[in-house]
């Protein structure tokens, strides 16, 4: 550990720079500075807690969250405000461990205008209550990112009713249906018994009418869910499961009411209670949310909230990007997103495109030139004149395509759905029948057997089995970094057969690229000189060839001169060495290849160029031989086709490959797809695939780190298990299966209960007793089967 | 055994306290966060600092 130094505050490297401080040591002035802060209001416990648990702070934090000072923005931030306190939720990505969650809440301490603080840590989220007369919003944001905690603000977050209540009705339910439960079940144990003293005696009629009044909040509020559905199918002439479980709900409610007012038995509630109680678990079990993620998003989250906007006298001043007219002048710095449409007017840009077109390396673009919304500059700051209202520029069009607008769920049947048509008419049937045929010798008997019927058919163990598997599966999926957004995904994920893939960033590392140099062999000495000099560019091909090149040493350059969108001029010791464009190197192009080169010359002598390309994810060429035997694969990019014939390696003769794709068009050949009968399933990574995701049957979205931005999908699959990609889908097709034996098994309880209840010999201890047992026999062997499943697929 | 019916009517009573309490800690919110204040717990108040920096100058 000693070897290498380990920076006090962020735990990096200190390769670069080294700063001693206070006995202890600094990978920059920016972690530096943070722990002077700390330091000087006694916070060091933060180091205490965990091991280097600081982040290093963004450098350029100057003028930032200039926008914060809008009142207009201010307003739709803030949770409450009244003279005093203001209250902000603000949505920190850094929080990593316990150490931030001290920091955090202790933020008093820096600034006493600052009320308190309290962490969710799964949320990330950072809620703070402060005084808003003596501390400004924006000095509170930028004090948060002064110590590293930067936090991310964007237009997602100023929707009109953000405060998303979560729904906690089911919990409620849940708990008035098992406190009911528990109570009705003691209560009944001296009928299980067979107690006849009590039997005989009052206490029998007290019991019954307390079960009643038990069972009233369960009827009239925990089921209501159920009830509604049946009735919504009723009304739509459709069949759902809810109509025999509410069939079943209904009869042993009033049956039940019948017998203890007649007291003529003790009724079924005790099994209506479990019935009811059981299914509410399921219910809960099923709906595994994730804290973190969101599959929700669209550009907005994607999108900076304000922008700066220059006046005509040259004032520099903080707009809303909803406020920007046609004609305005914006000025983007380093690293920031252009909101909308603009045209170029002074400043070199150089326009990271990769998140909205998929074009795998930044362009350069000219003064006159139109850029995109969503692209994001790097460089130094330029000025741009807007041509184009935000909601109404290129990317942002494609949000008015219907596939965002109809709703998401209506578009598949389930297999519960399927099954319980056919159940549904069978067992109404039944029901009919065995009335029908005990109506001619006992009317007693064949009420008696008609309610029976429909008490043990009551899917029970059928409406548990789907949410059970699915519930189990989805924490399966997620602790393999495989996160779906509910069941249904898994049930479509089932069904699919063509995978469509996207290039960059999905298939594709965004962060790593593979260089290699053709041409005269570099002696030691001259890849020092070139290094030193594309140590000077900013441009992110330098960088990449600086990376590659992996030089020890660094000299001293006497001149350097960078010209944008050609390449770079430098003299060391009077050698002078150009780097850049086939162009700009050569004054002609040889030959027409798409492919990224860096050409070099030396003293005007050509040496070679080095060629960029894309490096794969590993393990793709594994993955798509195995998704080949299963499914039909294509490839759709908005990227050239410069790499076409190394995806064929990859993905064989008969895929089909698609270049230079728009968002539309993506969203169209999933349409053209879709229209020929196929299933299929999209994967993609950024915003132009959204359209797609979002038509797609399944639309899985691949990210390096779940906790930044992805678009609206369906599943959001970490990069690190791609190579997963396949024994996920057939779990996937193989828990269909596991359903499918469970309802097998469901059903021959079934018709042990019909036997009985059909004969008219159904009691309601063997009621209490089949019905919890059939569902947990359902629970117990989708939950076994699904585990060993996994296990079995290495999961 | 008459006692029965006002213990069993106690009990509900008793019972139906604590499902106020359960629908109460849902309500404030304390089902929404479950990892958070297992860690705030363990931090320790203020001298800790101190102390270490002691231990470390022996």
């Not at chain 1, 990505?93 to 809440?105: G, N, V």
């Given at each position: 550990?000693?070897?290498?130094?380990?920076?006090?505050?962020?735990?990096?490297?200190?390769?670069?720079?080294?700063?001693?401080?206070?006995?202890?040591k600094?990978?920059?002035?920016?972690c530096?500075?943070?722990?002077?802060?700390?330091?000087?209001n006694?916070?060091?416990?933060?180091?205490?807690?965990?091991?280097?648990?600081?982040?290093?702070?963004p450098?350029?934090?100057?003028?930032?969250?200039?926008?914060?000072?809008?009142?207009?923005?201010?307003?739709?931030?803030?949770?409450?405000?009244?003279?005093?306190?203001?209250?902000?939720?603000?949505?920190?990505?850094?929080?990593?461990?316990?150490?931030?969650?001290?920091?955090?809440?202790n933020?008093?301490?820096?600034?006493?205008?600052i009320?308190?603080?309290?962490?969710?840590?799964?949320?990330?989220?950072?809620?703070?209550?402060?005084?808003?007369?003596?501390?400004?919003?924006?000095?509170?944001?930028?004090?948060?990112?002064?110590?590293?905690?930067?936090?991310?603000?964007?237009?997602?977050?100023?929707?009109?009713?953000?405060?998303?209540?979560?729904?906690?009705?089911?919990?409620?339910?849940?708990?008035?249906?098992?406190?009911?439960?528990?109570?009705?079940?003691?209560?009944?144990?001296?009928?299980y018994?067979g107690?006849?003293?009590?039997?005989?005696?009052?206490?029998?009629?007290?019991?019954?009418?307390i079960?009643?009044?038990?069972?009233?909040?369960?009827?009239?509020?925990?089921?209501s869910?159920?009830?509604?559905?049946?009735?919504?199918a009723?009304?739509?002439?459709?069949?759902?499961?809810?109509?025999?479980?509410?069939?079943?709900?209904?009869?042993?409610?009033?049956?039940?009411?019948?017998?203890?007012?007649?007291?003529?038995?003790?009724?079924?509630?005790?099994?209506?209670?479990?019935?009811?109680?059981?299914?509410?678990?399921?219910?809960?079990f099923?709906?595994k949310?994730?804290?973190?993620?969101?599959?929700e998003?669209?550009?907005?989250?994607?999108?900076?909230?304000?922008?700066?906007?220059?006046?005509?006298?040259?004032i520099?001043?903080?707009?809303?990007?909803?406020?920007?007219?046609?004609?305005?002048?914006?000025?983007?710095?380093?690293?920031?997103?252009?909101?909308?449409?603009?045209?170029?007017?002074?400043g070199?840009?150089?326009?990271?495109?990769?998140?909205?077109?998929?074009e795998?390396?930044?362009?350069?673009?000219?003064?006159?030139?139109?850029?995109?919304?969503?692209?994001?500059?790097l460089?130094?700051?330029?000025?741009?004149?807007?041509?184009?209202?935000?909601?109404?520029?290129?990317?942002?069009?494609?949000?008015?395509?219907?596939?965002?607008?109809?709703?998401?769920?209506?578009?598949?049947?389930?297999?519960?759905?399927?099954?319980?048509?056919?159940?549904?008419?069978?067992?109404?049937?039944?029901?009919?029948?065995?009335?029908?045929?005990?109506?001619?010798?006992?009317?007693?008997?064949?009420?008696?057997?008609?309610?029976?019927?429909?008490?043990?058919?009551?899917?029970?163990?059928?409406?548990?089995?789907?949410?059970?598997?699915?519930?189990?599966?989805?924490?399966?999926?997620?602790?393999?970094?495989?996160?779906?957004?509910?069941?249904?995904?898994?049930?479509?994920?089932?069904?699919?057969?063509t995978?469509?893939?996207?290039?960059?960033?999905?298939?594709?590392?965004?962060?790593?690229?593979?260089?290699?140099?053709?041409?005269?062999?570099?002696?030691?000495?001259?890849?020092?000189?070139?290094a030193?000099?594309?140590?000077?560019?900013?441009?992110?091909?330098?960088?990449?060839?600086f990376n590659?090149?992996?030089?020890?040493?660094n000299v001293?350059?006497?001149?350097?001169?960078?010209?944008?969108?050609?390449?770079?001029?430098?003299?060391?010791?009077d050698?002078?060495?150009?780097?850049?464009?086939?162009k700009?190197?050569?004054?002609?192009?040889?030959?027409?290849s798409?492919?990224?080169?860096?050409?070099?010359?030396?003293?005007?002598?050509?040496l070679?160029?080095?060629?960029?390309?894309?490096?794969?994810r590993?393990?793709?060429?594994?993955?798509?031989?195995?998704?080949?035997?299963?499914?039909?694969?294509?490839?759709?990019?908005?990227?050239?086709?410069?790499?076409?014939?190394?995806?064929?390696?990859?993905?064989?003769v008969?895929?089909e490959?698609?270049?230079?794709?728009?968002?539309?068009?993506?969203?169209?050949?999933?349409?053209s797809?879709?229209?020929?009968?196929?299933?299929?399933?999209?994967?993609?990574?950024g915003?132009?695939?959204?359209?797609?995701?979002?038509?797609s049957?399944?639309?899985?979205?691949?990210?390096?780190?779940?906790?930044?931005?992805?678009?609206?999908?369906?599943?959001?699959?970490?990069?690190?298990?791609?190579?997963k990609?396949?024994?996920?889908?057939?779990?996937c097709?193989?828990?269909?299966?596991?359903i499918?034996a469970?309802?097998i098994?469901?059903?021959?309880?079934?018709?042990?209960?019909?036997?009985?209840?059909?004969?008219?010999?159904?009691?309601?201890?063997?009621?209490?007793?089949?019905m919890?047992?059939?569902?947990?026999?359902v629970?117990?062997?989708?939950?076994l089967?699904?585990?060993?499943?996994?296990?079995?697929?290495?999961? | 055994?008459?006692?029965?019916?006002?213990?069993?009517?106690?009990?509900?009573?008793?019972?139906?306290?604590?499902?106020?309490?359960?629908?109460w800690?849902?309500?404030?919110g304390?089902?929404?966060d479950?990892?958070?204040?297992?860690?705030?717990?363990?931090?320790?108040?203020?001298?800790i600092?101190?102390?270490?920096?002691?231990?470390?100058?022996?």
């Amino acid at each position: 550990m000693q070897n290498h130094e380990i920076c006090y505050h962020c735990g990096e490297n200190c390769e670069d720079e080294l700063i001693k401080f206070d006995t202890k040591k600094f990978c920059c002035l920016g972690c530096k500075t943070v722990y002077e802060i700390l330091n000087q209001n006694n916070l060091c416990n933060y180091y205490e807690l965990e091991s280097t648990p600081g982040i290093s702070p963004p450098k350029d934090t100057n003028k930032k969250f200039e926008y914060l000072e809008n009142t207009k923005v201010i307003d739709k931030l803030l949770d409450y405000q009244d003279d005093q306190t203001s209250i902000i939720n603000l949505y920190l990505p850094q929080i990593h461990c316990s150490s931030c969650i001290w920091l955090l809440e202790n933020l008093y301490k820096l600034n006493i205008h600052i009320k308190s603080s309290r962490v969710n840590f799964l949320k990330k989220e950072l809620k703070i209550s402060f005084n808003h007369n003596n501390l400004s919003l924006r000095k509170l944001v930028e004090l948060l990112a002064s110590i590293g905690y930067n936090p991310t603000i964007n237009l997602d977050q100023l929707k009109a009713n953000k405060k998303k209540l979560i729904d906690h009705s089911l919990i409620y339910k849940l708990g008035i249906a098992g406190f009911c439960f528990g109570n009705i079940m003691l209560i009944s144990l001296p009928e299980y018994f067979g107690l006849d003293a009590i039997k005989e005696s009052a206490f029998s009629q007290f019991f019954g009418y307390i079960n009643m009044v038990l069972s009233l909040p369960i009827i009239l509020y925990s089921s209501s869910g159920y009830l509604k559905s049946a009735y919504q199918a009723v009304i739509h002439k459709t069949i759902n499961i809810d109509i025999p479980i509410t069939l079943g709900i209904l009869a042993l409610f009033f049956r039940s009411i019948y017998e203890i007012l007649s007291h003529t038995g003790s009724g079924y509630l005790d099994s209506l209670a479990a019935l009811i109680f059981f299914m509410l678990i399921g219910r809960i079990f099923q709906q595994k949310t994730y804290d973190i993620l969101s599959f929700e998003r669209d550009y907005k989250s994607y999108f900076p909230i304000a922008t700066t906007i220059v006046t005509a006298d040259k004032i520099e001043k903080s707009i809303y990007v909803s406020e920007l007219t046609i004609g305005d002048m914006i000025l983007i710095r380093n690293n920031e997103i252009i909101p909308v449409d603009a045209i170029l007017i002074s400043g070199e840009a150089n326009i990271d495109n990769s998140f909205v077109t998929g074009e795998a390396n930044p362009i350069f673009k000219k003064n006159g030139d139109k850029i995109y919304a969503g692209g994001k500059q790097l460089g130094q700051a330029i000025q741009l004149q807007v041509i184009k209202k935000l909601s109404y520029s290129y990317l942002t069009q494609l949000w008015n395509d219907e596939a965002f607008t109809k709703a998401d769920e209506d578009k598949f049947d389930g297999i519960m759905n399927k099954i319980s048509k056919y159940f549904t008419i069978i067992i109404l049937f039944i029901a009919i029948g065995s009335l029908a045929y005990w109506w001619k010798i006992d009317a007693k008997i064949a009420i008696n057997s008609f309610t029976a019927v429909l008490i043990i058919a009551c899917p029970c163990a059928l409406a548990l089995s789907a949410p059970f598997t699915f519930g189990n599966v989805l924490r399966i999926l997620g602790k393999n970094k495989f996160y779906l957004k509910n069941a249904s995904v898994i049930e479509r994920l089932a069904k699919i057969n063509t995978i469509v893939f996207d290039k960059t960033g999905t298939i594709t590392q965004s962060s790593k690229n593979n260089v290699t140099y053709y041409g005269t062999p570099l002696t030691e000495e001259q890849k020092i000189q070139i290094a030193s000099v594309l140590r000077q560019s900013s441009h992110p091909l330098s960088k990449l060839v600086f990376n590659y090149i992996d030089a020890k040493k660094n000299v001293e350059i006497d001149s350097f001169k960078e010209l944008l969108g050609q390449g770079l001029v430098a003299t060391i010791n009077d050698i002078k060495i150009q780097l850049g464009s086939e162009k700009f190197i050569k004054n002609y192009i040889e030959n027409l290849s798409t492919a990224t080169r860096v050409h070099l010359k030396i003293n005007e002598s050509y040496l070679g160029y080095f060629q960029i390309e894309n490096s794969y994810r590993t393990g793709l060429s594994s993955i798509i031989a195995e998704l080949k035997s299963f499914f039909k694969i294509n490839l759709i990019s908005g990227d050239n086709n410069s790499e076409l014939e190394n995806l064929k390696s990859y993905f064989g003769v008969d895929a089909e490959f698609l270049f230079n794709k728009t968002p539309e068009d993506k969203l169209a050949y999933i349409k053209s797809l879709q229209q020929k009968g196929n299933v299929t399933l999209m994967i993609g990574d950024g915003l132009n695939d959204a359209g797609a995701l979002k038509q797609s049957d399944v639309g899985i979205s691949i990210s390096e780190d779940v906790n930044t931005f992805s678009p609206a999908c369906d599943a959001i699959l970490d990069a690190s298990v791609f190579d997963k990609l396949p024994q996920f889908i057939l779990y996937c097709k193989s828990s269909i299966n596991i359903i499918i034996a469970s309802f097998i098994i469901s059903f021959s309880y079934n018709i042990i209960g019909l036997y009985f209840a059909v004969t008219g010999l159904l009691s309601p201890v063997f009621a209490a007793i089949l019905m919890p047992l059939s569902s947990i026999t359902v629970v117990v062997f989708v939950t076994l089967t699904s585990n060993l499943l996994a296990q079995h697929k290495k999961l | 055994m008459s006692v029965l019916f006002i213990l069993i009517i106690v009990s509900l009573i008793v019972a139906s306290g604590f499902l106020i309490a359960f629908i109460w800690s849902v309500k404030s919110g304390q089902y929404e966060d479950g990892y958070t204040p297992s860690v705030r717990m363990l931090f320790d108040n203020e001298n800790i600092v101190e102390d270490k920096e002691i231990k470390t100058e022996r």
